[in-house]
């Protein structure tokens, strides 16, 4: 299956912005959702953001108007822009691709390590 690797997190101030990158190799389908999670200490695995086989965006309710996703299909990235990043923000953040109608829920889909954004108050 595919590999993903993320990179760009990192520790900022909050009202700052981060980019990550996630870069997928290996074969993938074109079915395939590919998407953003977070996970914070102590709570569960949230998605944040998905982009889906024909390039329709969406954005879970607490990242909307301040984190964009692009894809660039000749590079074979998908970025996450996150702009005026808040406290609430801070979590390990992963790339993730799949079937769109389960993705992040589904053994089969197919993850990064993830990389860390830390967002001081």
């Known amino acids: 299956g595919p590999q993903l690797v993320e990179s760009g997190g990192g520790s900022v101030q909050a009202g700052d912005s981060l980019r990550l990158s996630c870069a997928i190799s290996g074969p993938t389908s074109s079915r395939y959702c590919m998407g953003w999670f977070r996970h914070a200490p102590g709570k569960e695995r949230v998605w944040v953001a998905k982009?889906?086989?024909?390039?329709?965006?969406i954005y879970a309710d607490s990242v909307k108007g301040r984190f964009t996703l692009s894809k660039d299909n000749d590079k074979n990235t998908l970025d996450l822009q996150m702009n005026n990043l808040k406290y609430e923000d801070t979590a390990k953040y992963f790339c993730?691709?799949?079937?769109?109608?389960?993705?992040?829920?589904?053994?089969?889909?197919?993850w990064g390590q993830g990389t860390q954004v830390t967002v001081s108050s």
């Open positions: 982009i889906d086989d024909v390039g329709n965006k």
């Open positions: 993730a691709t799949g079937e769109c109608r389960t993705l992040g829920f589904s053994p089969e889909d197919y």
